[in-house]
């Protein structure tokens, strides 16, 4: 292990830590790129549409999206964690709070910044709240199940990130630039992260 390494804490206040400040960081960076207005990543292109045809805010659709996914659980026989829990209940509230407190920018230099470090926040949060070991998030779920079937993993994620960005385009969410760069970005960026936090 290089000095660099954080090593994956075995302790459960240590996981809390890392689950908690995982997930205000995904939320954190859910709000930064809803906020660009250049592009959402696929689950909130869909989170978004529904947010705009239900007239509620997104993290309240964030929420209830990922109680509904869980039904899904039940045939893929997935078995949820106390991350799992949370990423439901906190992950919704936590973007609301960053697009409530997140001035929108007008500049395009600022969305683009926006853009960036929301991507980068994504797949920093994305490992910390993975690597606690407390159980994977509702969508997670949904993949790691179809691999259990005999799904690739790059089959898996993208059946069903094509499916939620098709529906969410439909219904009105914003797709973009921010798009792109998310879907080209997320998997290098979660990869180098988890040479400082390692999954295992």
Request: no cysteine; glycine share 14%; net charge positive.
């Amino acid at each position: 292990m290089s000095e660099t390494t954080v090593p994956r804490p075995t302790s459960l206040p240590a996981r809390l830590v890392r689950l908690y400040g995982g997930l205000a960081l995904y939320g954190t960076g859910i709000g930064l790129q809803i906020e660009s207005g250049l592009g959402n990543d696929p689950w909130d292109v869909f989170h978004q549409g529904l947010a705009i045809r239900a007239g509620v805010t997104i993290g309240t659709i964030i929420i209830a999206v990922g109680a509904l996914v869980m039904l899904l659980w039940i045939p893929l026989k997935q078995k949820p964690g106390l991350g799992t829990i949370s990423n439901v209940v906190f992950l919704g509230l936590f973007a609301d709070a960053a697009i409530a407190i997140l001035p929108t920018p007008t500049h395009l230099v600022v969305q683009s910044s926006y853009v960036a470090l929301g991507v980068v926040s994504i797949a920093l949060a994305t490992v910390l709240y993975i690597g606690a070991g407390l159980g994977p998030g509702p969508r997670d779920g949904i993949m790691t199940g179809l691999v259990r079937l005999g799904l690739s993993v790059r089959l898996s994620r993208f059946l069903i990130e094509a499916t939620v960005l098709a529906a969410g385009w439909l219904l009105g969410g914003m797709v973009g630039i921010g798009t792109l760069v998310f879907a080209l970005a997320i998997g290098p960026l979660t990869q180098m992260f988890t040479r400082w936090f390692p999954l295992t």
